[in-house]
């Protein structure tokens, strides 16, 4: 090889480099990292069940990794008739996808509550939902009401850390009651 060659062959892998750096470099990767809390999307916190209208919310605006989030829902029976149903809240975390990946990132369940519900006509009801389950750092973070039937996504979030380590546990917990 000449000179000429190699003086182009460095070149072109000096360019490389400074791009992949540019697009890929420490900025970009700690811009996520610095992120303190999430606030909680609500897209669609409401299912009706048999005429009853469950709706969701958080005891918080926003959260950060590690914290044990409480659910609270709200049970409506607008009906002249009483209703008794069941409905499932669930917790799932699935982590970011990559963007030269074609593969699909699936949720991994994180808590699940069964709520056996029972309401007179005209009656509301609100129970608070302990998740015991602290949320996963670096995944966004999904929480759902559910029958049989339909299932609702209620909330989704995306929880970040300094470190980006994710620290998930699976639990589920008995039945809750809103049928007392």
């Known amino acids: 090889m000449r000179l000429k060659d190699i003086l182009a062959v460095l070149g072109v892998a000096a360019a490389t480099t400074a791009f992949t750096v540019g697009l890929l470099g420490p900025g970009r990767v700690a ?5 303190e809390g999430v606030k909680p999307v609500i897209s669609q916190p409401k299912l ?8 969701l919310e958080t005891d918080k605006p926003a959260y950060k990794a590690g914290e044990l989030p409480t659910l609270q829902v709200k049970a409506t029976n607008p009906t002249d008739k009483p209703v ?26 994180l808590w699940t509550e069964k709520c056996l519900v029972s309401l007179k006509p005209g ?28 299932t609702v996504l ?26 007392r």
């Open 31 to 35: 811009a996520i990292g610095t992120v």
């Open 48 to 55: 009706t069940v048999d005429g009853c209208v469950f709706s």
């Open 84 to 109: 008794e149903t069941t409905i499932w809240i669930g917790m799932s975390a699935s982590s970011p996808a990559s963007p030269l990946s074609r593969m699909v990132v699936l949720p991994k369940p």
């Open 123 to 150: 009656q509301t009801k609100t129970v608070s939902l302990d998740t015991k389950t602290k949320l996963p750092a670096g995944e966004s973070v999904s929480i759902t009401l559910s029958d049989k039937d339909l």
């Open 154 to 179: 209620a909330r989704a979030l995306s929880v970040h850390s300094a470190s980006g380590q994710a620290q998930a546990a699976g639990q589920t917990a008995p039945a809750a009651g809103l049928a």
